[in-house]
Nanobody
Framework: QVQLVESGGGLVQAGGSLRLSCAAS????????MGWFRQAPGKEREFVAA????????YYADTVKGRFTISRDNAKNTVYLQMNSLKPEDTAVYYC????????????????????WGQGTQVTVSS
């Protein structure tokens, strides 16, 4: 079992930046691929970014590519999402997720490919 706790959300003006953190506990963090997803009111949850176990590979939704950066510190059991040039359409609850090691291929953009989820942190971008 892995427990995930997000932090760092808040209210920011368009063009501003925020850094989200997701602290993991319970198992060896470096065993888990990690992802960030978001859900805006009235919308489906959508993929934002993902990172493999070592941190050597990262993946992004087209909507955030070039503005957001995912990273991880396995020594601190934490994954980060640096968000720059924020837009009002980035407003959502942001969730981090962890994937158990599995023999099957990791489809990083699918929420069903993750096994553990945090409670979410609200990000609001004002225009």
């Amino acid at each position: 079992q892995v427990q995930l706790v997000e932090s760092g959300g808040g209210l920011v003006q368009a063009g501003g930046s925020l850094r989200l953190s997701c602290a993991a506990s319970g198992r060896t963090f470096s065993n888990y691929a990690m992802g960030w997803f978001r859900q805006a009111p009235g919308k489906e949850r959508e993929f934002v970014a993902a990172i493999n176990r070592s941190g050597g590979s990262t993946y992004y939704a087209d909507t955030v590519k070039g503005r957001f950066t995912i990273s991880r510190d396995n020594a601190k059991n934490t994954v980060y999402l640096q968000m720059n040039s924020l837009k009002p359409e980035d407003t959502a609850v942001y969730y981090c997720a962890a994937r158990n090691p599995r023999p099957t291929a990791w489809v990083y953009g699918l929420g069903s490919n993750y096994d553990y989820w945090g409670q979410g942190t609200q990000v609001t971008v004002s225009s």
